[in-house]
């Protein structure tokens, strides 16, 4: 059961990862070729939109299943969870007959409660491995292989992080984890005294890029 639930999951986050493509117009002069063009694009689409259901179909459970997804909160009670679980339920239980439970635990007691559920064997099917060990989770047999699941469901993601960031998650070999977003996530900036802004005059609100920094910084004179 825990391979189809990650299964179905894998394939929700493809789902959303599929973009489409259009076809532009042409001159008559190369109608009868355009037209050529688009109706073995147009067969192509219809393809892939054909085998996407196929797919989606082999997902759907014949009874619905329920998937446990666990994450952190900053304590104070979380509001819209229903509305949030009945609009995933929504689109969930059509494609796979399944629907959600989310589940936010404090940040002060993740740890310790997700030590728990992962020791004790309570259903958990997705969740954030974060303030515990991951492979100690890995070892232990608490998480499970997807390495055979990302290959068949998981292109979409493939796509997105590259084998580089997904291969991060890998213990012994094996898959168990995929980065999320934020890791990938980074910033860059400038530090300036205001003391010496107001000492050359310089106009720093007005620096919105490097060849902002650049005109302003080459005003400086002693």
């Not at 989606?56 to 509305?83: C, F, P, R, W, Y």
């Not at 002060?108 to 020791?119: C, G, N, R, T, V």
């Not at 997705?126 to 890995?138: D, H, Q, R």
Request: charge should be negative.
């Amino acid at each position: 059961m825990a391979k189809r639930l990650v299964a179905m999951l894998m394939a929700a986050a493809l789902t959303l990862s599929l973009a489409a493509c259009g076809n532009g117009g042409s001159s008559s002069s190369t109608a009868d070729s355009s037209t050529s063009s688009e109706s073995s694009a147009s067969d192509s689409a219809a393809a892939d939109s054909s085998d996407a259901s196929s797919e989606a179909e082999d997902l759907k459970e014949s009874e619905l299943v329920t998937l446990n997804i666990v994450t952190m909160s900053g304590g104070k009670e979380e509001s819209g969870i229903a509305q949030v679980e009945e609009a995933m339920d929504k689109i969930l239980e059509e494609k796979f007959n399944v629907n959600v439970k989310l589940s936010f635990l404090p940040y002060s007691s993740y740890a310790d409660q997700i030590s728990l559920m992962l020791s004790s064997g309570e259903g958990v099917d997705l969740l954030p491995v974060y303030m515990v060990n991951y492979t100690a989770c890995a070892d232990s047999g608490q998480l499970y292989p997807m390495d055979d699941l990302i290959e068949k469901y998981g292109q979409g993601i493939i796509e997105q992080l590259g084998w580089d960031n997904i291969n991060c998650g890998r213990v012994g070999g094996e898959l168990f984890g995929l980065t999320e977003g934020r890791d990938l996530a980074a910033s860059q900036g400038f530090e300036y005294r205001l003391d010496l802004a107001e000492k050359y005059n310089l106009d720093m609100d007005s620096v919105k890029t490097l060849e902002d920094l650049h005109d302003v910084l080459v005003t400086i004179k002693e």
